[in-house]
């Protein structure tokens, strides 16, 4: 049973929640001092505080409920298709949406529509070739389907790689749109905004699981989408609801002009271009938080259903979204209250959304947007935080250290133990990555996934063919090669690290590591001669028909 330590949980949640207080104070003069960089939103801040406050009671809610690994990973798999679909649209739409997207429509125009169409368009993959045998083939993780087939141990090793890497890369997007929200809202530096934001979520992964992350995800998108609706309407009253009279003043306020209406640097290099479209669609299907969702469901059915809820409720916020970067062009854009000195925007583009906020609804309008945002971040790091501990519990501990003998007691001890690790790891990425845009990291992140994961999940379905040894030098051909090549590349090796020029010249690395690593595997495995390679093969034919039917090739017969 892991609800033993429940017992330290309201401890731990004042903890997390009196550690606000003293920060927010570190925020507020003393005396007569310097005007600040970011004045205290009082208002922001109240509603905020209110927010954290009912995220922190699901939490104990949750883990008064979460009893066996089954609830902590799945939510003991009793979660509705709708419920899941709306779950998966808030755990979607978090800060490289409301704040990434906007931010940069606001910045470059044409490029952004460019990101959130293909942040898009990955969900039917899922959809029509992957959602049902996920559900029926997987268990935990999406180590469960790779190596379902195939060797236990070297499997399960590759795959717990690939998820901690895109974890690792994914963590950074949402520590840097809390840590902004945070830093905008109580004028703290930044990185105490990030080790606040750290804190709290190691105290709500630990705790509360899958359940708990379930419902401030289906929370969290409701108000999201709601509150969202209602900016866009206030945002556009203001042009009279008419896009021709957004497009046209959006394109006057501009310093680029009529090239923001235009493909820009994005589509300027058609490798660029493809590599990122690659990444785009592809990588949504390797991100391990979206698979784990569909074991949280209760058959095929509801995860094909789950898919189907989330693509509307996605597809409609972003197109919202990018309307509200247009619309931020002109109402923030040229009003001096929401710039700097220097004629930036201050809290620099990714803050967009909230100054638009503030603008058409005032300080409450912008308190309740912040703590919506800062929520659905929070429980898009817990369902990070989450996929990550599982890889390392169940993926590494039970099934490849333990052998499939551990107990679900120490199991969960190692979980717990790796979201504090994970916690820290998140603190130090978003303080070295402060500056990146989220929408544009987001793309790396998806880009990383599409090589080391999607490959061998999509093979391990649909290709009989596939071996261990295929899969395994395959998988981390591609996981090395899309990290090695990201590090090499403009955003690490020149922005991050100083360096003159990039010894890699293109910012994502789909276009070259998925067909490295779709070759890799397809090759190795066609000259795998070995009996296991042999006994593998044969094994496809009752994985077919489990991964159709959700049974057993021998329950199917008798069916």
């Not at 087939?149 to 890369?169: C, D, N, W």
């Not at 902004?180 to 105490?192: A, D, S, T």
């Not at 935080?385 to 490849?400: E, I, N």
């Not at 500056?435 to 994961?453: D, E, P, R």
Request: positive net charge.
């Amino acid at each position: 049973m892991i609800h033993s330590g429940n017992r330290f949980i309201p401890r731990l949640l004042l903890l997390a929640l009196g550690l606000m207080l003293p920060l927010a104070l570190l925020a507020a003069p003393a005396g007569p001092v310097e005007v600040q960089k970011q004045p205290v939103n009082v208002t922001a801040i109240v509603m905020f505080m209110i927010f954290v406050a009912m995220t922190m009671g699901i939490t104990y809610w949750a883990a008064s409920r979460t009893r066996s690994a089954k609830d902590f990973y799945t939510a003991g798999g009793g979660i509705t298709g709708f419920q899941n679909g709306l779950a998966i649209a808030g755990d979607y739409m978090s800060a490289a949406t409301l704040l990434g997207l906007s931010g940069l429509v606001f910045a470059r125009g044409h490029d952004g529509f460019i990101y959130a169409i293909g942040f898009f368009v990955g969900w039917p993959v899922i959809m029509f070739l992957m959602a049902e045998r996920l559900r029926n083939l997987g268990k935990y993780t999406f180590a469960d389907i790779v190596s379902y087939r195939l060797e236990q141990t070297p499997i399960r090793t590759l795959a717990a790689s690939g998820t901690l890497a895109v974890v690792a890369f994914y963590l950074i997007v949402q520590m840097v749109g809390a840590g902004k929200l945070i830093q905008l809202l109580f004028g703290l530096e930044y990185w105490m905004a990030v080790v606040l934001v750290g804190v709290i979520m190691v105290v709500y992964v630990t705790f509360g699981g899958m359940l708990a992350t379930t419902w401030v995800q289906i929370i969290k998108a409701c108000l999201l989408l709601g509150a969202g609706t209602f900016m866009f309407v206030l945002a556009m009253s203001q042009f009279g609801f008419s896009f021709e009279t957004l497009a046209q003043k959006a394109v006057a306020a501009h310093k680029s002009g009529i090239k923001l209406m235009a493909p820009g640097a994005l589509l300027a290099d058609p490798v660029s271009s493809v590599s990122l479209s690659l990444g785009l669609v592809f990588g949504l299907a390797g991100l391990p938080h979206i698979m784990m969702r569909f074991f949280t469901v209760t058959n095929a059915r509801e995860a094909r259903k789950s898919v189907f809820y989330a693509n509307g409720f996605i597809g409609y916020f972003f197109l919202i979204v990018c309307a509200m970067g247009l619309t931020a062009i002109v109402i923030v854009g040229t009003n001096p209250e929401y710039l700097d000195a220097a004629g930036k925007l201050k809290g620099g583009e990714n803050m967009a959304a909230m100054h638009l906020a503030k603008a058409v609804g005032g300080d409450l309008f912008l308190g309740f947007i912040s703590a919506v945002a800062f929520a659905t971040i929070l429980a898009v790091v817990a369902g990070l935080a989450l996929a990550g501990a599982s890889a390392v519990s169940h993926d590494l501990y039970a099934s490849v250290f333990k052998r499939g003998q551990a107990d679900e007691a120490a199991e969960m001890r190692v979980s717990k133990i790796a979201t504090v690790v994970i916690g820290i790891v998140a603190i130090v990425l978003g303080i070295l990555f402060e500056n990146q845009n989220v929408a544009f990291m987001t793309a790396l992140t998806f880009g990383v996934a599409a090589s080391a994961n999607f490959p061998v999940l999509i093979l391990s379905m649909y290709w009989k063919g596939l071996t261990t040894r295929g899969a395994l030098i395959g998988g981390f051909t591609g996981l090395l090669s899309a990290v090695g090549f990201v590090v090499m590349g403009p955003t690490v090796w020149v922005k991050v690290l100083g360096n003159a020029a990039p010894l890699f010249p293109y910012d994502n690395p789909a276009l070259f590591s998925m067909p490295l690593a779709f070759a890799t595997i397809i090759i190795i495995s066609k000259l795998d001669g070995s009996a296991r390679a042999a006994r593998e093969r044969a094994a496809y034919a009752a994985q077919f028909v489990r991964a159709q039917t959700g049974l057993g090739a021998e329950a199917a017969a008798e069916h």
